[in-house]
T-cell receptor, first 114, second 116 residues
Framework: GAVVSQHPSWVICKSGTSVKIECRSLDFQATTMFWYRQFPKQSLMLMATSNEGSKATYEQGVEKDKFLINHASLTLSTLTVTSAHPEDSSFYIC??????????FGPGTRLTVL | AQKITQTQPGMFVQEKEAVTLDCTYDTSDPSYGLFWYKQPSSGEMIFLIYQGSYDQQNATEGRYSLNFQKARKSANLVISASQLGDSAMYFCAMGAGGTSYGKLTFGQGTILTVHP
């Protein structure tokens, strides 16, 4: 199966700074990748669909100017949390499709904003 | 819109016994896929099992089986012969519509604790 990596695995930043999270497909060319967010003890919520070479599609309620997504190549999608605040502290996890019955998830990135 | 409901916040099971984790779903789309994932404390999402809406047989993967009751819109996960390493959060998820199920809707999750 496909392997998806994320970097960094955890990050601590000060309020007001921006943080970039990378999601990389190691052995699969992914035209579409997905970004989820998971608050502590809660479920995963889809934030956006990352499309290679075009704009991302954001779910309702997700601020596209705050969560910038770039999918410049078939193997890399990045999520930038701009002007991060403590309420943005969460577990961010990406995934890619491997077919109708398969979804490969990255290991996740734990963001803590002080 | 799709909805997944997991009504068991926590479940306890004795090692080597079987346990059923409940999941009900709702969608107006005739084509959908149901997934179960395990999330240990590390946070990684481990794929367990998949059931397509048109699959006639219940899916099985080793010790995992999915009790798919389409009329009741339920997709319960059965774990046989529980092991201590099965202790984790379990999520039921659904993708619907189109030719792929990349956008998943997740349930609230069930924390499973396996006692020795």
């Amino acid at each position: 199966g496909a392997v998806v990596s994320q970097h960094p695995s955890w990050v601590i930043c000060k309020s007001g700074t921006s943080v970039k999270i990378e999601c990389r497909s190691l052995d699969f060319q992914a035209t579409t990748m997905f970004w989820y967010r998971q608050f502590p003890k809660q479920s995963l919520m889809l934030m956006a669909t990352s499309n290679e070479g075009s704009k991302a599609t954001y779910e309702q309620g997700v601020e596209k100017d705050k969560f910038l997504i770039n999918h410049a190549s078939l193997t890399l999608s990045t999520l930038t949390v701009t002007s991060a605040h403590p309420e943005d502290s969460s577990f961010y996890i990406c995934s890619e499709e491997g077919g109708t019955d398969t979804q490969y998830f990255g290991p996740g990135t734990r963001l803590t904003v002080l | 819109a799709q909805k997944i409901t997991q009504t068991q916040p926590g479940m306890f099971v004795q090692e080597k016994e079987a346990v059923t984790l409940d999941c009900t779903y709702d969608t107006s789309d005739p084509s959908y896929g149901l997934f179960w994932y395990k999330q240990p404390s590390s946070g990684e999402m481990i794929f367990l099992i998949y059931q397509g809406s048109y699959d006639q047989q219940n899916a099985t993967e080793g010790r995992y089986s999915l009790n798919f009751q389409k009329a009741r819109k339920s997709a319960n996960l059965v774990i046989s012969a529980s092991q201590l390493g099965d202790s984790a959060m379990y999520f039921c998820a659904m993708g619907a519509g189109g030719t792929s199920y990349g956008k998943l809707t997740f349930g609230q999750g069930t924390i499973l604790t396996v006692h020795p």
